[in-house]
């Protein structure tokens, strides 16, 4: 029976010749173009410079706290003490950079009209990474999906590039879309919160706003991209019409469907109403969350990021 | 109904296969096209909506494939050549011949407004109608001349249009031909029958040509169109100038009631469109009246009677073509008559010359005639040779000729042989009955010589001495008159009956040359003289006819005489197209006076099994109901089969328009 299950299983993902063109040369350039543009943007601004939330022993106090035995008398506040008899420990803001976390969702549903959106969601996710690395951030990258959990530790330079190049072209793909799963276990890798790009499509009903909330919960500074491929989004581009057969792309029963002009139209407006939910939900929690449609250039989609999504500060 | 392709055993398992595979494919067609979506749920959020709509759908596509069966029905039943049971009877050709004589324009039963001939037209197009796919039909007229209305077919509705304008003629119905050639037009074809459509007034030559048709080998059928038999007709019309006064012209007119009820009729008589007489005649059936009506002024020529009702009414009396009559007298012109003497004859030449009113006479002299140097003796209408001593010519014109005493010499062109001389001859006895001796005496003339004539069996002799004719005459192209003596030679010029006789002879001359066709009926050919009607046929070949309908024809005239077939009553209007009075005209009357064109009665004899005519209003109600639908004529399959076209051409609009997709 094994090759009927071979006939019957989905055949496992790995990367192909145009994934190795999907780095090249050209796309080196216009990076750099990149980085030109966005030290432009961030000028006057210190490497390094971001700042945790940690309370730990900087130079700029941060606040006080009851004395409690074991602790450094160094931090113990002479001045309180002499006034008031109370004992009180001074803290300081520690200074540490902040990790950029890229997560990438290589899941069926981002492979899907020959893998269009994820080779998208991993260009974006490169010049992210290039950006931060040109910073001196921290980079580190994680390719997942309800299958596989693929994770770059951080790396530091601009060198590294050709390291997230090669992660990302070997990185396994395929399997459900899971928003939750993905996250989580990101957040429980990740020892130090920072900022966390998830790019994904989101296809997942219930787990979409529940990962980025978590990674919010988990003090991480969550970004979503939503890569959309426009034809999805409004199938009457296809003249999809007649009887068909629905198979997801992730799995699943087949559902017998008729399609008319008026159920296609209904489709793009439930996906409207579905992308419009998810900004709500984002936009409640403070969470950006940027659309990114594949017809346009990466490098303008991430400009637009550091524009208005507060990726770099 | 019947199949004439394939039989229901064949039929059945080809639409069991056709069924399966439609059905197969219907199944395979319902396999969809799987469409790989990156987001189902979404798909199925959508899709939920529209759940309550698949029975609908369902019912929908279980449509489809009905039809589709149905398509498939539709072309084996087209296989099968359905077909009525009438139609795969033997095929039939049948001869429909109506009756349109003059007695078919008569009055339906019951019917106001309506002919005989309606009935007629409804009950061939009944037959017509009621033909087969596989029959045929021609249709003929019989009138006093025969045609096709519409040739060989086995379309109804061409057929039908040949029928429907047919008019009624005026003349009698030529059955013996009209059947002869229905009989030929079918006689080798599959099933042969004829059918007439007659009203049964018919003469004894048509009746007579229907019994023989009845009993022929080919059947025949007869469909009687009759009618109230009613009818009072104009059945003689004639003019004429008086003999002895001839300007003077009197009429005569026949009338006779056909019908079998007394009847009251005002006979009026036009002359030039002038009313010159009225007569109210009461005739009982059967019963015929002539009315004379004299002393009218020569100047007229164009005469008309009609019967009118004395109450002022239009409606005709039976047919309304006997109510009228025409006549023509035609114009008097004077004879041209050639005396040939020696000029001592002055009795003869005052004779002539008081008949100055209808004679133009012209002297020659005996020297000139026998020389042929004078052209008037070429154009006499008559020639008088009285030469006396002198002696005759070679030949004699081609005229009527008037020779005395033509055998003194022995050499001599009469064409009355000499029988023998007689001295002092005495005339014993005349023919007082002959037109050239009316009121003549010839007792007790004295004659110093003569000769008696050598007769040959068709000369009219006239006088007699001692029982040898010595007077004859002798008929021919030209009438010959020759007397056995000299009036020199004795007293007879000086006696009263000298000019009387000449004034017979130029009378009877004159009688046989012109004047006397007042009319002529329709229908057959008919020989007339240009000189009849008062036209000169000298260098005439061809006539150009005018009738009182339709345009003008020119026939050709041989030697004065033309031969014309007139089919409508009315004046018609006869012209020299050539020869020295060319453009000359004159009028010719051409009545339907014909007794049994007027009789409205069926005379067919009871043998003939003739067919009952349903009544008129079912007729109407069988032609409206059919309707000139010329595709139910066709194949049933062909109907079929565009009812498949239709039933595909549906589908495939309703496959594209996404109803039963």
Known sequence: ?313 | MSFAGWTLAQLWPLFAAGAGAITLLYLLRMRRRRVVVPFAALWERVTRESESRRLWRKLRRLLSWLLQLLVLALVCLSLGDPRPEVWLRDPVSLAVVIDTSASMAGPAPDEPGVTRLDLGRRRAEQALRSLGPADRAVVIEASEQVGVLAPLSGDPSSLVAGLSGVTPRFGEADLPRALALASHAVSERPGPRVLVVTDGALDPAATAALVDCTQGSIPCEVARVGGPSDNVAITAFAARRYPYARDKIEVLTEVRNLGDTPAKVVLEIEADDAPVGTRTLRLEPGQSTREVLGQLDAARSRFEARLAREDGGTQPFGLPHDDVAYAVVPPLTPLDVVLVTDGTNLFLEAALLTLDDHVRLTGISPQDARQGRRPELAEADVVFYDVGADTLPDTLPRAHVVIFDPWRHEASPCPVDKKADVRRPFLTEQDKGHPVLDHVVLKDVNIARGTTFDIVPGDEILVRSLGDPIAVMREGEHATVVFGFDPRQSDLPMRPAFPMMVDNLIRTFEQREAGFVASVPVGAHRELTLADLGLSPEGVTRVRVQGPQGPAGTLPVERGRFRLRALTPGFYAIAAVDGPLAGSSVELAVNQANLHASDLHDRIDDQIQALDLPPATEAAATTDATGPTSLVQGPLWTLVMLVVAGLIALEWVSYHRRVTV
């Open chain 1, 1 to 313: 029976m094994g090759w009927a299950n071979r006939l019957l299983t989905r055949r496992e993902a790995k990367p192909s010749a145009s994934d190795e063109a999907l780095f090249d040369e050209a796309f080196l350039a216009r990076l750099e173009l990149l980085q030109v543009v966005a030290r432009r943007l961030f000028r006057g601004r210190q490497r390094a410079e971001r700042k945790t939330r940690k309370v730990g022993s900087g130079l700029e106090f941060a606040d006080h706290r009851e004395y409690s035995p074991g602790d450094d008398i160094r931090y113990l506040d002479w001045t309180v003490w002499m006034r008031l008899h109370h004992a009180l420990i001074r803290l300081f803001e520690e200074d540490e950079d902040l990790p950029i976390r890229i997560v990438i969702d290589v899941s069926d549903s981002m492979r899907t009209e020959g893998g269009a959106k994820l080779r998208y969601a991993m260009q974006v996710g490169a010049a992210l990474a290039y950006v931060g690395l040109a910073n001196l951030d921290r980079v580190g990258i994680t390719c997942a999906s309800g299958r596989h959990h693929t994770t770059l530790p951080a790396v530091r330079g601009k060198g590294r590039i050709f390291r997230v190049f090669e992660f990302l072209r070997s990185a396994d793909r395929g399997g459900p879309t899971d928003i939750r799963a993905m996250c989580s276990r990101v957040a429980a890798q990740s020892r130090q919160p920072g900022l966390t790009v998830v790019l994904s499509d989101f296809y997942d009903l219930e787990g979409a706003f529940e990962g980025l909330n978590m990674l919010r919960f988990r003090k991480h500074e969550p970004v979503a991209v939503q890569v959309l491929d426009p034809v999805e989004a409004d199938p009457t581009r296809l003249g999809l019409r007649g009887d068909v057969q629905l198979v997801d792309v992730e799995g699943g029963d087949a559902r017998d469907v008729t399609l008319s002009a008026r159920a296609v139209a209904a489709y793009t407006q439930a996906h409207q109403r579905f992308c419009a939910q998810l900004e709500s939900s984002c936009r409640s929690r403070g969470i950006f969350l940027a659309q990114a449609l594949i017809d346009v250039p990466f490098d303008d989609m991430v400009l637009r990021l550091f524009r208005q999504g507060g990726i770099l500060r």
